[in-house]
């Protein structure tokens, strides 16, 4: 058999000032930095068969971009380019990769810095991948799977009204439940390397959308990072997030001090960045946590492939396309104020605005959208690369059948693409944000879990 190998690289990518930040619905032109954004490679090989798989603090890579971006990355390492996943951690506090469309056009410099940024980007890629597959080092292998407990939360709750709201606030009387049951799950794959650094990939499933504000920062995984790198000496760490289109960080009972199991915590004199620096702590202490009681695994191969596949477009009802349009002009012409005197504040206005987008986008758009789907295997344990925000549900769809027969499955959300949400069938029914402006129809969730246990599949022959 084989001897496995790995070799790590971290390089800098945080951009420049005056460049929009990406992840709200309004311009937000950056003023600076709290904590570097970086991308990180790790290259994985046995015999003479190499992966990469680069993690990016960005809030995601336009489909277009990202394939542009593996095509240089295969042709200056010589690899096939489903060999290549390159995963985007979804922090709201990193650039605009393509000039957006929100609130008018992009004053021209702002432009300029995007593109200029989008160059940067991606030869900062190709050199995390080549000094990576340069770093490659014989290397033994374990997994573990840990919990991080009150960090993460499903953000979408029935209201005692029968609606559905993503985001309803902290301390809401009109609270009923939430319409899914987070998973804390954290998974850890430790490489120990002789003469070398160790590396450790976590995963986790949590929006990074702590911070916000108008600074460049990594958000709780950059903290995370940074604390297990630090408790662990001559070790570097790796993040990939999971299926985290309904979670986030925001806990609606807060106000109180009580928590399951006698735990007792103040979550209302925070600041945000203070917030961010406990998620990351508490996950990075989840990992340590099992750090030393890893299952050790030989892997004997390593197997890359990627499925291609479509979904119909989420198109609106001709009925529905007056108001969208009147909606989505008020939006472009900043005139948000009369959109929100109407439909209301917070997340009630952002959903009216998302909707309203997605049906003028679509409405002379394709009747399908094309996407495809990773896998990545390393022995018997799999990762599988969706190229949007899944639901908790896709996760756990792909994860609880996959695990039958694999000792691990790591389902990663944004890879090698970024389509927005992708909602469960029980989500569309419901309602809501995250349902009311996916570009795709209801029915995307349940292919996407078949289509990657198919992908789980496929890795086996």
């Known amino acids: 058999m084989s001897q496995l190998h790995a070799g790590f690289c971290r390089v800098d990518i945080t951009p420049m000032v005056g460049i929009s930040l990406k992840g709200y619905y309004g311009e937000r032109i950056a003023k ?16 003479d068969v190499t992966a990469l798989i680069l993690s990016v603090d960005v809030v ?18 010589g690899l096939p380019r489903e060999a290549i996943f390159i995963h985007s951690v979804h922090i709201h506090t990193g650039p605009d990769i393509v000039p957006p469309d929100r609130n008018g056009t992009p004053k021209p ?14 030869h900062r ?21 840990g919990r991080a407990e009150n960090v993460a939360y499903i953000r979408r709750f029935r209201m005692k009204d029968g609606s559905v709201k ?29 003469g070398k650094n160790d590396i450790v990939l976590f995963h986790f499933g949590l929006h990074p959308d702590v911070i916000g504000g108008y600074h460049f920062t990594a958000d709780w995984p950059g903290f995370a990072r940074r604390t297990l790198e630090a408790a662990l000496p001559d070790t570097s760490a790796i993040f990939l997030n999971g299926c985290q289109g309904d979670v986030n960080h925001v806990n609606v009972n807060m106000a109180s001090k009580d928590y399951a199991g006698g735990v007792r915590m103040d979550f ?24 030393d009681k890893v299952i050790a695994t030989d892997p004997d191969a390593i197997r890359f492939t990627e499925l291609f596949s479509k979904c119909a477009a989420n198109k609106a009802a001709p009925e529905e396309l007056a108001e969208a349009h ?18 209301g504040q917070g997340m009630d206005f952002v959903t ?36 949007g925000e899944p639901f908790t549900g896709i996760g756990r769809g792909i994860r609880t059948d996959g695990e039958r027969d694999w000792e691990l499955v790591l389902p990663c959300c944004i890879v090698n693409g970024y389509e927005a949400y992708f909602p469960t069938k029980k989500a569309y029914d419901e309602g809501g944000y995250e349902a009311r402006s996916s570009s795709y129809k209801c029915g995307v969730a349940e292919q996407m879990i078949a289509e990657g246990l198919e992908i789980l599949k496929d890795l086996r022959k």
Do not use: Q
């Not at 432009?111 to 160059?119: F, Q």
């Not at 993503?166 to 002789?194: A, C, H, K, M």
């Not at 009147?326 to 439909?343: K, M, P, T």
């Open 32 to 47: 600076g930095t709290l904590d570097p954004t970086e991308a990180t490679a790790l290259a994985l090989r046995i015999g």
């Open 60 to 77: 995601g890579i336009p489909t277009p971009v990202v394939s542009e971006y593996r095509d240089a990355i295969a042709a200056a390492a």
């Open 109 to 122: 410099e702002v432009v300029e810095k995007i593109n200029e940024y989008r160059a940067f980007l991606g």
């Open 125 to 145: 890629l190709v050199d995390a991948s080549l000094f990576a597959i340069e770093d490659l080092s014989p290397a033994t292998m374990g997994y573990a799977v």
């Open 166 to 194: 993503t985001n309803p606030g902290v301390g809401n009387p009109e609270i009923l439940e939430p319409l899914e049951e987070v998973e804390e799950r954290v998974s850890v794959i430790r490489f120990d390397r002789v």
């Open 268 to 291: 209302t004199n925070g600041v945000r960045y203070d917030h961010a620096r406990y998620i990351g702590r508490a996950i990075a202490g989840a990992v340590l946590g099992v750090y």
């Open 326 to 343: 009147r909606i989505h002009e008020l939006h472009i012409a900043g005139r948000d104020s009369e959109i929100s005197a109407s439909v």
């Open 352 to 387: 009216v605005v998302a909707e309203a987008g997605r049906m003028v986008r679509l409405e002379n758009g394709p009747d399908f959208f094309p996407y495809s789907m990773t896998g990545l295997s390393l022995g018997n344990v799999a990762l599988i690369g969706i190229p």
